[in-house]
């Protein structure tokens, strides 16, 4: 599936100016539904509401510049494995983010919109586990003359 950078943008314009609100609201969401995955994070969240929040504005950003997007997305890939995320984490993760952009963007939360974001989150997902596999597979494979 592909995506449209344009309601994308406009979506994204429109929560901007909330900030870390949105993600600290993203992790209320996620926690509240999938109280599982609350022992991934740190007790607390200020440093990560700020990673993820610069996340976002880097991708949303730099739709346009596809291999950038891909690496910037292979990195977390590989960065998350270390943090206990599975591929399996994925769906809560894109349910609670549609929600947070659906609450904040209001009219502007379209239904352009929210077929763009999913499709954005499916490249996500796939490139980032992508990542994830071949990150593990390297931690598990036997050092040389090991």
Excluded: C
């Excluded at 901007?16 to 926690?31: A, D, N, Q, S, V």
């Excluded at 963007?105 to 596999?133: K, R």
Aim: hydrophobic share 45%.
């Amino acid at each position: 599936m592909t995506f449209d950078p344009a309601p994308i943008a406009g979506s994204f314009a429109v929560v901007e100016p909330h900030g870390t609100k949105i993600t600290h609201y993203f992790y209320e969401h996620l926690f509240a539904n999938n109280p599982d995955v609350r022992g991934l994070f740190a007790r607390h969240m200020e440093e990560q509401e700020d990673r993820l929040w610069n996340a976002l504005g880097v991708l949303v950003a730099n739709l346009q510049d596809t291999e950038m997007v891909i690496r910037m997305l292979r990195s977390l890939g590989a960065r998350h494995v270390g943090y206990g995320a599975l591929p399996e984490h994925f769906p809560a993760v894109g349910a609670s983010l549609l929600a947070t952009l659906k609450h904040f963007a209001g009219e502007a939360w379209t239904p352009e919109a929210e077929q763009s974001w999913t499709a954005l989150y499916e490249v996500i997902t796939s490139t980032m586990g992508e990542a994830m596999a071949a990150a593990a597979a390297d931690r598990t494979e036997p050092t040389p003359g090991g």
